[in-house]
């Protein structure tokens, strides 16, 4: 490479829909502005297009619908490789991991990116997966997990013995909750698009029993509609569902507690951080995943335990100065999830 010549890094991944992997993409792109950053993928709403553009992304997307269409997917990746003169390829998650492997450049830096549970198909095209990957995962330079518990779930998946490296993720800069001030009715938020792994119904359950207590709960999302009419069945009221919004931390001040209820399924969750940024207390499931994030600074409840859930409510809503004591933990904590972290994390994975 000649002196002062930028380097281009491609991301792989299956879409720009607003998820937590995409929006890893995002984060690094807007990180590395001294870098060329050229994203490619293949399906999705196109929810990230304009933000990544703006923030001087080449989007591209690719000739895949599905494995039969997988030679023409790697062909394009080998001539856009060539075209924009690619020195790093990140992928993330299996099918990119598997196209990855098949771009034999030697002089190219390949980095996988895993962000969750990903493994989880059972049955013989479960095994032929994680062999696949098993085998692939060994010509890459970096592996990368997003959490301890995706590091561990890895080695147990795939019976892995060579080193992964937690890269953190973080949350965005948010107005900060005022410390000592509490809405009446005390007002919860959920930040997350409706993912079977979420477990909003168990939100809509506990919230539809608590008609008599001085609490709402906002969720802002997309794919509500389900929710929106198993609310309407049960008489949930106190829910509000305010649609999606692109700069979600620039509303979490609003309110009073971050709730989240998902029962497995994540990686490192940004939405968790980003709350966790804006100073509010959390309450959410005892996953590993939650526990991690938290330490001691989280209110946990019991795996998709309703009941226990919603004591905890009438616990917070009867006492909410309890509250302020877990914001200050919350804010200590947040500096172990840091933008600056990631950056040098980062750095050291692409060798820049």
């Not at 207590?213 to 829910?239: H, N, S, Y």
Request: aromatic share 10%.
């Amino acid at each position: 490479m000649e002196k002062g010549e930028r380097r281009t890094v491609m991301h792989i991944i299956d879409s720009t829909y607003r998820g937590g992997a995409q929006k890893v993409v995002l984060e690094i792109v807007h990180c590395f502005p001294e870098m060329k950053h050229v994203v490619c993928y293949w399906s999705g709403s196109g929810d990230l297009d304009g933000e990544l553009e703006k923030a001087g992304a080449t989007l591209l997307k690719m000739p895949f619908h599905g494995m039969a269409t997988l030679v023409s997917a790697v062909s394009f990746i080998r001539q856009m490789v060539s075209k924009y003169h690619v020195d790093i390829l990140h992928t993330h998650m299996f099918t990119p991991n598997l196209i990855s492997w098949f771009i034999g450049n030697a002089s190219i830096r390949k980095v996988r990116t895993y962000h969750g549970e990903c493994f989880e198909r059972k049955g013989l095209k479960g095994l032929v997966l994680r062999l696949i990957e098993r085998v692939t995962i060994r010509e890459a330079h970096e592996v990368l997990a997003v959490s301890n518990h995706v590091k561990q779930y890895l080695q147990r998946k795939l019976q892995l013995s060579g080193p992964i490296r937690v890269v953190y993720n973080f949350g965005r800069v948010a107005n900060k909750r005022r410390a000592g001030t509490f809405s009446t009715p005390l007002k919860f938020v959920a930040t997350s698009n409706n993912q079977p792994y979420k477990n909003y119904p168990l939100l809509v359950e506990v919230f539809a029993s608590l008609q008599d207590i001085p609490v709402t709960l906002d969720i802002f999302g997309k794919d509500m509609e389900p929710l929106i009419g198993l609310a309407q069945q049960r008489g949930a009221t106190r829910i509000n569902f305010r649609g999606s919004v692109d700069d979600v931390p620039s509303v979490l001040a609003d309110y009073d507690v971050y709730l989240a209820a998902s029962d497995s399924g994540e990686g490192f969750s940004l939405s968790l951080l980003e709350a966790m940024n804006a100073g509010l207390p959390v309450v959410c499931s005892d996953i590993p995943q939650f526990k991690e994030a938290l330490a001691d600074s989280g209110i946990f409840f019991r795996n998709r335990n309703s009941s226990d859930l919603r004591n905890i409510i009438g616990k917070i809503v009867a006492e909410p100065s309890a509250l302020d004591g877990y914001s200050q933990k919350i804010r200590q904590r947040t500096g172990q999830f840091s933008r600056e972290r990631f950056i040098s994390e980062m750095r050291c994975v692409y060798q820049v």
